[in-house]
């Protein structure tokens, strides 16, 4: 479901959302440290729905994230692709991890036709940005960050997380 201005999954309680870290930031310059500190504190497996309005900034996080994590290639948006695959290696481990754009995503049963229904129930780590285009496929454990752009043009960057 949409509440407010932002995303959260099904018919979630707000009282489960719990805010873990935010970061203050003047324009985009400081987004690879914050990345970096997000990076850290993000899961290897599951869902991280990124939230924001066009130009907030998500898919540069997005690609700093990648960078954080040593990936090679770059972190082209997948909009007109939906999804591009990317391995991580992190804590020692390889990873799988998803980049999602889903803002050309018609409706939820687009999304089952395309196979991202099914990704986002796998093992890898699914960085989901447009999740409000398909709300009902969202799981309900799902971590959110939230880019928001304020009015003297600086961002704030918000980690939280869904609790069931």
Same mark, same amino acid.
């Given at each position: ?12 309680? @707000? ?15 400081? @987004?690879?440290? #914050?990345?970096?500190? @997000?990076? %850290? ?12 309005? =066009? ?18 290639? %770059? ?7 939906? #999804?591009?695959?990317?391995? #991580? ?6 990873? %799988? #991890? ?48 939230? =880019? ?17």
């Amino acid at each position: 479901m949409c509440h407010g201005s932002f995303w959260i999954p099904k018919e979630v309680d @707000l009282a489960t959302l719990t805010e873990l870290r935010r970061w203050s930031m003047r324009g985009l310059a400081s @987004l690879p440290e #914050v990345a970096r500190s @997000l990076g %850290e504190a993000l899961p290897h497996g599951g869902v991280v729905a990124i939230h924001g309005a =066009m130009g907030a900034g998500k898919t540069t996080l997005v690609r700093q994230l990648l960078a954080s994590w040593n990936v090679e290639e %770059e972190g082209a948006s997948p909009t007109f692709g939906l #999804v591009h695959h990317h391995v #991580v290696h992190r804590g020692g481990d390889v990873h %799988e #991890v998803r980049h999602m754009d889903l803002y050309r995503l018609e409706n939820e049963e687009e999304a089952e036709r395309s196979g991202i229904a099914e990704m986002l129930n796998d093992g890898a780590l699914n960085l989901v940005e447009w999740p409000e285009r398909i709300p009902g496929l969202m799981p309900d454990d799902a971590w959110l960050i939230e =880019m928001k752009v304020e009015a003297d043009d600086s961002r704030m960057c918000i980690l939280s997380q869904l609790r069931g």
